[in-house]
């Protein structure tokens, strides 16, 4: 049966890039924000996100990612609100996925909030993986072209690094990348060699 290792760390840890490395050894990825971006096209769920968070955030039809995010990101509440509305549907569609790939022994989910949704309970391994804030902070402001006190917002949303730490079986540190790969190429070997064990 194939086993799901969850993929997780905070806002600019450097996730999809340990992703990346996964998938070129051959492990196939799922990304959950990918999902909930493709499952947020549907018309059902636009229609219960307008009812729950109003005509303001969209631009006629077309939801504004941009103001739903300034909204949810700066009130629990509301992200939970997101949350229960998007979580469901995107467990559905991996679930969908990972039909496709039975063949393999083991295939990733990586999730920046696998801890905080409930995720992680349906993952046999977790790796977190960690960066220096002062790093992951300038990596967000550049990729997502916003401020300081956004990214430390979007942060605070999230739980800190020794909370994921303390429920996961492995932890890369993303700092220097390639011995960030050499982590990925190990966990792999102690993987393997378990999965021949059992």
């Known amino acids: 049966m194939t086993k799901v290792i969850g993929l997780t760390g905070g806002i600019g840890s450097g996730k999809t890039t340990i992703a990346n ?3 070129e050894m051959g492990v196939p990825v799922y990304i959950a924000d990918d999902g909930a971006k493709r499952v947020m096209q549907s018309a059902s769920i636009l229609e219960q996100v307008r009812y729950e968070f109003g005509e303001n955030i969209f631009d006629g ?3 504004n990612r941009a103001k739903l995010a300034s909204v949810v990101f700066n009130d629990k509440g509301q992200l939970a609100k997101l949350n229960a509305i998007v979580h469901p549907v995107v467990k559905l569609d991996f679930e969908e996925w990972i039909k496709k ?3 393999h022994d083991y295939v990733i989910y990586e999730a920046a909030i ?3 949704s409930g995720r992680y ?3 046999d391994v977790i790796i977190t993986v960690t960066a220096p804030e002062e790093v992951r902070i300038e990596r967000v402001i550049k990729r997502d072209k916003t401020n300081r ?3 430390l917002s979007r942060m605070k949303m999230q739980w800190n690094d020794e909370k ?3 429920n996961s079986n492995f932890v ?3 700092n220097n990348l390639k011995k960030a790969k050499e982590e990925v190429v190990e966990i792999l070997k102690i993987l393997n060699i378990k999965q021949k064990q059992s």
């Open 172 to 174: 890369i540190n993303n």
């Open 21 to 23: 490395y996964f998938e």
């Open 61 to 63: 039809e077309v939801l």
């Open 149 to 151: 006190e956004q990214v």
């Open 121 to 123: 309970k349906d993952c």
């Open 114 to 116: 696998l801890f905080e």
């Open 101 to 103: 790939h039975e063949n």
């Open 164 to 166: 994921r730490i303390s």
